[in-house]
């Protein structure tokens, strides 16, 4: 074995957790400063398998090799002592301290039993400087974006001397920009040596950063490929483990009358002056960086946030909106960003969230819950949308991110005066067979007529859905793009159209 | 629609005695048979007529354990409940002494009890980002501040026209207590409005996930303040027979109850994290401790080492469901190696 090829290697490695092979005989290799992408399906091992190489999971067959010499974790700070760090897509950071003191979490330098303030603040400054970061070790973690945030992580990684960096999904809460922020890091480090594993769902993060990717699917190594030298459609393939012939299945409607129409909605501090409309049979999607108030607007529609001021017609009549259950009553549904704090309750089963927002309606005489009517209706909901459960008592918490997303589409659905649909960033955090089945869904809703809104920042599936693109800066709509016309270019000029110095005058 | 791969998801759920013995209500119902043996081999006069007979004076706080429940189940919690009996209690005694007749004297009683619950109801919902420990914790010690305006120096306050309450301590029949039919009556009420309801599942989504109860329509400000309502209104009906029993009311009246209460409700696996157990578990678990409490008293062990035992029985059962817990996960490892 040459141990100047490989810095890690890991082999026929077996992970048994109760009841389930959660890794069977993997494999890997990474090189020497290279930037490694993993790729696979939710629940492909991908995190158990991360867990297994910083510790967090002791494996119970296969061999790890450090440069060369075997090794056995037998505990995460084994592994970081060994030079091997993790960050999560969101930072398990303690919030109420500062960014020194998350850094040096867990090693802080301590001279005579005291810890050495100053010298920590100093070397704190000198990773941050190294990474570029425009905040400073004393700001308070909390007050920090999500990217920042895993700035600091970073530099905790750095701070260890790691050799081998994982970054577990950085980009699935960053917006674009931020994006290409956590880019340059990653290369610049990859140019100073450190290795990185590199997990992602976006093919972007993929193509621009990685040489190699390796595919794990339920459990298994799938195969390790040359990025360059491998076709998206053959690496979805790969992760699937069936062809997707057509990822965004748009199809010909035609489109109806105006069913929906927001008049100057304002939210002092989120949005001004938002007017937008939706036809039926149409999909129209909401664009801009995340903070531009797309997911805020679309709150205040649904009655979570109250408006200043503005007016919100449905089919022509004014809606008088205070609270969720009168948007509901009128025919809006929304899907909610956030999954497992928004959309479900976890610990319960799929068929009571599904018919939660119904309960009233099916119950006998409004008042006693009517089981039998609920169980019949959860499960044809249910199956329609093809999820992937034993039975509706399955507790939520035990789907996989897809399809939790599923159940979230089968609890909309079930409310059958729906009129228009609210879709928050629908394939956030979800594998792409999953997508592709979340994509079809949202064809066939527009072509029974519904009005459909997609707020999304993935740019590939606003332009692959959308027969019309808002696109959000600051608070206010920068401009309305027809499918012919929305380009990635416009609509990131769009977004980014006014300076960050507008943003105050923007929204007061 | 979609749905090509014509998969099917079950929908019946076959409950089997052994899934019902393995859920805490059926621990319960076992604990609550060797309890009654448990005080039969320590009591020579552990019979049920005696039981009968000795239970009212305990069966006022099963009142509070119904509504106590609800709270619970919204993840919230109200330590005010001692307070308002206190307070409602004291009002009896001072509405009857006045003269009113008894409608008037029981209607002051709730009413009262109905107006302390409706206060902690629209504090608490009207400041969500405060704990309700904390809103309550305050009213606690309004309450009783009013009740000991009342009372004034002396401390305590008689029924003076006992005849007039007479009613409610009686025994229907010569055998049956009224305040048993009447918490019977009660408990059924509550039981089949927490589980079988849209409110009581309100409830529970809201104790389980406030934001995702909110995002599906859930109108958890009301849901919230009703609850703290019946928790006042049945805390008023814990005051009015408590009086009934003892002909007055002082300073010290109830104090404690809450506690006690919530410790029920908890025995009974209703967590206090919200979104769990349920109310015939917590009637079972209110049950045990009082019956324990009946025979340990007969068998003359001193009330201050009751309190000791039932406490450790309390953390005991606690326990048990992590421990349980822990149980099943090494058999589980065992099984996948």
């Known amino acids: 074995m040459s141990d100047s090829e490989y810095i890690l290697e890991l082999k026929d490695v077996t992970k048994i957790f109760p009841g389930v092979k959660a890794l069977n005989k993997v494999r890997f290799q990474l090189k020497r400063g290279e930037v490694h992408a993993l790729m696979g399906e939710n629940g492909a091992g991908k995190s158990t398998f991360i867990k297994v190489i910083t510790g967090v999971h002791a494996a119970e067959e296969g061999h790890m090799y450090l440069e060369g010499k075997e090794v056995h974790f037998r505990g995460p700070k084994d592994a970081l002592d060994a030079g091997i760090a993790a960050v999560y897509q969101h930072p398990t950071t303690y919030p109420t301290l500062s960014v020194a003191e ?3 979490m867990g090693h802080e330098i301590i001279r005579g039993g005291m810890i050495q303030w100053k010298e920590m603040n100093a070397k704190a400054q000198e990773l941050l400087d190294r990474l570029h970061a425009n905040f400073k070790p004393s700001d308070e973690i909390g007050a920090l974006s999500v990217a920042q945030q895993q700035m600091t992580e970073i530099a905790k990684a750095l701070s260890t001397n790691a050799k081998i960096i994982i970054l577990d999904e950085p980009t699935a809460s960053l917006t674009s920009n931020e994006s290409e922020e956590l880019y340059k890091i990653v290369e610049q480090l990859r140019d100073e040596g450190v290795s990185i594993i590199f997990i992602s769902h976006r093919f972007e993060d993929m193509y621009r950063l990685a040489s190699r990717v390796t595919v794990f699917r339920d459990s298994q190594y799938i195969g390790t490929y040359d990025v360059d030298k491998i076709t998206n459609a053959d690496l979805i393939k790969a992760m699937v483990g069936r062809e997707i012939s057509d990822m965004y299945p748009k199809p010909e409607v035609n489109i109806g009358e105006e069913i929906f129409r927001i008049e100057n909605m304002s939210r002092t501090g989120f949005f001004k002056d938002v007017s937008m409309n939706v036809r039926a049979g149409e999909i129209v999607g909401i664009t801009g960086l995340v903070g531009a108030g797309r997911t805020e607007v679309m709150e205040s529609v649904c009655g979570i946030t109250k408006p200043d001021s503005g007016r919100v017609f449905l089919e022509g009549k004014q809606l008088n909106v205070k609270k969720p259950e ?12 956030n999954r497992s704090t928004e959309g479900l309750i976890l610990s319960w089963g799929l068929g009571r969230n599904v018919t939660l927002p119904i309960q009233k309606k099916l119950a006998k005489g409004g008042i006693f819950n009517d089981l039998k009517k609920e169980n019949a209706l959860s499960k044809k909901f249910l199956e329609e949308v093809d999820t ?19 159940v979230v589409v089968a609890k909309a659905l079930a409310q059958d005066n729906m009129k228009l649909v609210i879709m928050d960033e629908p394939t956030k955090g979800v594998d792409v067979g999953a997508k592709a089945e979340i994509y079809a869904i949202m064809g066939e809703l527009a072509k029974k007529g519904f009005g459909i809104i997609m707020i999304s920042s993935e740019m590939p599936e606003i332009l692959g859905m959308s027969d019309r693109v808002y696109v959000m800066c600051n608070g206010k709509v920068t401009g309305c793009l027809n499918r012919s ?7 990131l000029k769009l977004s980014m159209e006014q300076g960050k110095s507008d943003r105050k005058e923007a929204v007061q | 629609m979609a749905g090509k791969s014509g998969r099917s998801i079950k929908a019946e759920e076959k409950l089997t005695a052994k899934k019902l013995l393995f859920t805490w209500e059926g621990a319960l119902i076992l604990l609550f048979i060797a309890v009654n043996i448990f005080n039969m081999s320590i009591s020579q006069s552990y019979t049920f007529a005696n039981v009968l007979r000795e239970m009212p004076k305990f069966l006022a706080e099963m009142f509070m354990v119904l509504p106590m429940a609800y709270i619970l189940v919204l993840g919230d919690i109200d330590i005010s409940v001692g307070s308002i009996v206190c307070l409602t209690g004291t009002l009896t005694c001072y509405i009857s002494n006045a003269g009113a007749p008894f409608p008037v004297v029981i209607l002051g009683c709730l009413g009262a009890g109905l107006l302390c619950g409706a206060f902690n109801g629209f504090v608490t919902t009207s400041f969500p980002e405060l704990p309700s420990m904390i809103t309550t914790l305050g009213s606690q010690i309004i309450f009783r501040g009013i009740a000991e305006i009342y009372l004034g120096g002396g401390g305590s306050v008689s029924y003076t026209n006992t005849k007039q309450i007479m009613p409610l301590s009686t025994k229907l029949g010569k055998t049956v207590p009224v305040i048993i039919l009447v918490v019977i009556l009660a408990a059924v009420i509550f039981t089949v409005i927490l589980q079988r309801t849209t409110f009581g599942r309100s409830l529970y989504a809201i104790g389980s996930n406030k934001v995702s109860a909110f995002y599906a329509g859930v109108d958890v400000k009301r849901c919230r303040f009703i609850a703290y309502v019946l928790m006042g209104f049945m805390a008023g009906m814990c005051g009015l027979f408590l009086t009934a029993y003892t002909y007055g009311a002082n300073t010290t009246t109830g104090q404690g109850f809450e506690m006690e209460v919530i410790a029920m409700c908890v025995f009974g696996g209703i967590a206090s994290t919200g979104g769990k157990g349920t109310l015939v578990g917590g009637i079972i678990a ?10 340990l008293g007969q068998a003359n062990v001193n009330s201050q080492m009751i309190l000791v035992i039932v406490g450790a029985l309390l953390i005991i059962a606690v326990l048990i469901p992590g421990i349980k817990g822990r149980i099943d996960e090494m058999r589980k490892l065992k099984a996948a190696a």
């Open chain 1, 326 to 337: 009168d948007s509901m009553k009128a025919g809006i549904v929304l899907l909610p960003e």
């Open chain 1, 485 to 491: 016309e929305a380009t990635q270019e416009r609509i």
């Open chain 1, 388 to 406: 992937k459960a034993v039975t509706i008592f399955d507790p939520a918490s035990s789907l996989s991110g897809g399809n939790q997303q599923k």
């Open chain 2, 286 to 295: 209110g049950l045990i401790i009082t019956l324990l409490r009946i025979a």
């Open chain 1, 102 to 104: 998350n850094i040096f």
